[in-house]
């Protein structure tokens, strides 16, 4: 039976880039961002129930969910994120359990941005991998990566589990901090893949 690892982070933490370096040393990863991306993109399976629930207004031109509109709803509205959740989360699982029924690694990584705050995810993991830097690192990345305005990022930092929860739901940490260097993140990788059975 496969290795269940789920792999979490904070926004801006580097856990995009260790999911990588694990796919590369031939774990299966199962990339829960990705596929909610695909939910709301568009043709996806969640832009019509999305539409119906919120308006139109939230679909852009290209009949994906506008991301931004959203973002500015759910940080305003706990009831609106809950609505959007509940239309989501149930299809992100089901894509989840497919991806993991097909999956032939003796790993299995689940990239879970928000493994800590689900609640449910733990007990279905056999180790939890945090990827960890200081916040300040976090709002720097992101700032530079998304284009954001340092408060837009300081609120997507706000609603996710403080690093304090994070690393005390690991089994493993990377704390993926200058100096050190994309190189030497790999090594570190690689290392860990071996104790995953890679």
């Not at 995009?16 to 694990?22: D, E, P, R, S």
């Not at 945090?130 to 997507?156: H, I, P, Y």
């Amino acid at each position: 039976m496969a290795l269940r690892v789920g792999l979490t982070g904070g926004i801006g933490s580097g856990k995009t880039t260790v999911a990588g370096l694990l796919a590369e040393c031939g774990a299966a990863v199962v990339d829960a961002d990705a596929i909610s991306r695909r939910l709301t993109a568009p043709g996806g399976a969640a832009m019509p129930l999305i539409a119906a629930s919120f308006g139109e207004r939230f679909v852009n031109a290209e009949g994906a969910l506008d991301r931004d509109l959203m973002r500015e709803l759910v940080f305003a509205d706990p009831g609106a994120r809950k609505k959007l959740e509940a239309i989501v989360h149930p299809l992100v699982a089901a894509e989840t359990a497919r991806q993991t029924d097909r999956a032939t690694s003796p790993c299995i990584v689940f990239d879970i941005p928000l493994l800590v705050e689900s609640g449910r995810w733990r007990q279905q993991l056999d180790q939890v991998l945090v990827v960890d830097c200081s916040e300040d690192t976090q709002v720097s990345r992101v700032m530079a990566r998304n284009t954001w305005a340092r408060e837009a990022a300081l609120q997507v930092l706000a609603v996710q589990a403080t690093r304090e929860q994070r690393l005390a739901a690991a089994d493993v940490c990377i704390y993926n901090e200058a100096p050190l260097t994309l190189t030497a993140l790999a090594v570190m990788v690689r290392q860990l893949a071996l104790r995953f059975g890679l």
